[in-house]
C-alpha cells in the first residue's frame, strides 16, 4: 500500500514518526510524501496544549476532505492526540478510521493492515514501557538529525499532561544512543541535536545516576561539528555537566533550559524545584564558564495565582538577564492537570494581553543580540539557496533548526547545503541577519 505520513508537534514527536515509517517500508509498503492519492494518511499528533489540539482536528479535517473526494482511502490518527482523547475522536470525528496511542507506534503495520480490511483499530499499549531503539527513516536534511535519549517525563509540572500522555521517564542505552549516532555520522549527519522531554536526568533511572556527561564525551568522539543540546532543566544542571560543556568544542554554546517563571510562589505552584535566585544563580554561572552563550527558554504568562507583581518581576528578569530566545506561551488550563483546578485563575484575555507584553519585550532582547553580531564573522551551517530572497541561507550556532532566526547571505561561487561557512553580518531584518561569505 501507499501510505503518507505527516508528524505535527516537537522533535521527540517527529522521531516516533520516523520510526513508524521504517517500520512501514521494511514491511515492504511504499511511502508517499502527499496524501493526496495515498491508500492511508498516517497523522502523528500532539494534544499538549489547545493550540496544538485546534492544530491537530484542522489537519484531521483536511485529510477527511480528501478522502470525501475520493483521493484518499483510510485515515488513521497516532500519538498524543489519540492517547489523551481516544474515545472522543471515535465518537466525534467519524472520519478517523483508526487510531494508535502514544505506547502503540510499534503496532502501525498491523494497524495499516486492520484497517484497510475494512476494520476500526484503536491501538493503547503501555507507555510506560515502549521500544525507543527502533531504525528510522530520517525526513530532516541529511545533514541535520535528532537523537531522542530518552521518553516520558516524572516532573510532574502542576500545568503538564505530559507524564499523562508519554509515561514514566525511560533513558535508552548508551550502547543503543551510541550505535545510532554512529550511523547517523556515517550517513553524513553533521548537527546531531540531543532531545528529550528533559535529557539532564538521562541514565537516573537505568543507570542510578545521571550520565548525560559521560553521553556527550561520548557522542563528542564521533566526527559531528555541532552537537546541540534540548532541553535541559535547570534544578538537574551540576558543575559536573557544566564542566563538559566547557571542555567540549563542538557542544553549541547554545543551552535551550525551559524556566516558565521566576516568581518563586508561581514556581512552587508548577511544582518546579528552583527558585529565583538559583536560576539567577545558575545563568550567571552558565555565562561565566561558557563565553558566547546563547540561551533558550520557555514562558508561561496567566498560571493561577499570577498577579501584576508576579508578572512585573517575570517581565523584569526577562530583560535582566538578557535571554537571547525565548518562547512565550499563554497558560493552558489542560483538565487533568493541578493547575486547571487552581484558584485565583487568571482571566483569558489578561493572559493573552501579558503573553503580548513580553514577546514585545522579548523581541528588544533578540534585536539588541542582533545588533551586537553585526561586524561579527560567524560559522554559518549554510541550508541552501533561497529562490525568493536571491541568496543563501542558513544558521549559525545560536539558532536551532525551526526555532529561532536565519542569515541569509550572499556569495559568488556555489554552496552545497549541509556545507559550513564563515559569514562576516553586515545587517539585521526583522529577527534575521544578513551578510557576505568570506574565504
Not at 530566545?325 to 488550563?333: C, K, L, M, W, Y
Not at 541550508?383 to 541568496?391: A, I, S, T
Not at 561557512?421 to 557576505?436: A, F, P, Q, S
Amino acid at each position: 500500500m501507499k501510505v503518507a505520513f505527516i508528524s505535527l508537534g516537537c522533535a521527540k514527536n517527529l522521531v516516533n514518526t520516523e520510526q513508524m515509517m521504517a517500520l512501514v517500508r521494511a514491511a515492504g509498503h511504499t511511502l508517499c510524501a502527499d496524501p493526496d492519492g495515498a491508500d492511508v494518511a498516517v497523522l502523528n499528533t500532539c494534544g499538549f496544549i489547545e493550540s496544538a489540539k485546534s492544530e491537530a482536528i484542522d489537519h484531521i479535517l483536511e485529510l477527511a476532505a480528501l478522502k470525501d473526494g475520493g483521493r484518499l482511502k483510510k485515515l488513521l490518527v497516532a500519538g498524543c492526540l489519540s492517547q489523551r482523547y481516544g474515545e472522543e475522536i471515535c465518537a466525534e470525528l467519524p472520519e478517523v478510521d483508526g487510531i494508535l496511542g502514544t505506547g502503540s507506534y510499534s503496532e502501525i503495520v498491523p494497524a495499516l493492515l486492520s484497517v484497510m480490511a475494512g476494520e476500526t483499530p484503536r491501538c493503547f499499549g503501555d507507555i510506560d514501557s515502549t521500544d525507543e531503539d527502533g531504525a528510522r527513516v530520517l525526513t530532516t536534511p541529511p545533514y541535520v538529525a535528532y537523537l531522542k535519549i530518552a521518553e516520558g517525563c516524572d516532573n510532574r509540572c502542576a500545568y503538564c499532561v505530559i507524564p499523562s500522555l508519554r509515561g514514566k521517564y525511560r533513558s535508552r542505552s548508551m550502547e543503543s544512543l551510541l550505535a545510532e549516532a554512529q550511523e547517523l555520522s556515517a550517513r553524513g549527519v553533521k548537527e546531531l541535536i540531543v532531545v528529550a522531554q528533559d535529557i539532564t536526568r538521562y541514565g537516573l533511572d537505568l543507570y542510578g545516576r545521571r550520565r548525560l556527561g559521560d553521553l556527550l564525551c561520548a557522542l563528542c568522539a564521533l566526527p559531528f561539528h555541532w552537537i546541540r543540546l534540548h532541553y535541559l532543566y535547570p534544578d538537574e544542571v551540576d558543575d559536573a555537566l557544566i564542566d563538559v560543556l566547557a571542555a567540549q568544542p563542538n557542544i553549541l554554546r547554545y543551552i535551550d533550559i525551559p524556566l516558565q517563571h521566576v516568581n518563586d510562589a508561581i514556581l512552587k505552584a508548577m511544582n518546579r524545584r528552583s527558585t529565583k535566585a538559583e536560576i539567577t544563580a545558575l545563568l550567571q554561572k552558565l555565562r561565566a564558564r561558557l563565553p558566547g552563550l546563547v540561551l533558550r527558554t520557555s514562558i508561561i504568562c496567566g498560571l493561577p495565582g499570577e498577579g501584576e507583581a508576579e508578572f512585573e518581576e517575570l517581565a523584569a528578569f526577562l530583560t535582566e538577564a538578557q535571554i537571547e530566545r525565548a518562547g512565550i506561551f499563554q497558560f493552558s488550563p489542560e483538565e487533568g492537570t493541578p493547575a486547571a483546578a487552581m484558584d485565583a485563575q487568571v482571566p483569558p484575555e489578561v493572559a493573552a494581553h501579558r503573553v503580548e507584553l513580553l514577546v514585545d519585550r522579548q523581541s528588544r532582547v533578540m534585536d539588541a543580540y542582533n545588533e551586537m553580531r553585526l561586524g561579527e564573522t560567524m560559522e554559518v551551517l549554510c541550508e541552501g539557496f533561497d529562490e525568493d530572497e536571491g541568496c543563501y541561507v542558513g544558521r549559525t550556532y545560536a539558532d536551532s533548526p525551526d526555532i529561532d532566526g536565519r542569515v541569509y547571505f550572499t556569495d559568488g561561487g556555489k554552496i552545497e547545503a549541509g556545507t559550513f561557512v564563515m559569514v562576516r553580518i553586515t545587517g539585521v531584518r526583522d529577527g534575521d541577519l544578513t551578510g557576505e561569505r568570506e574565504e
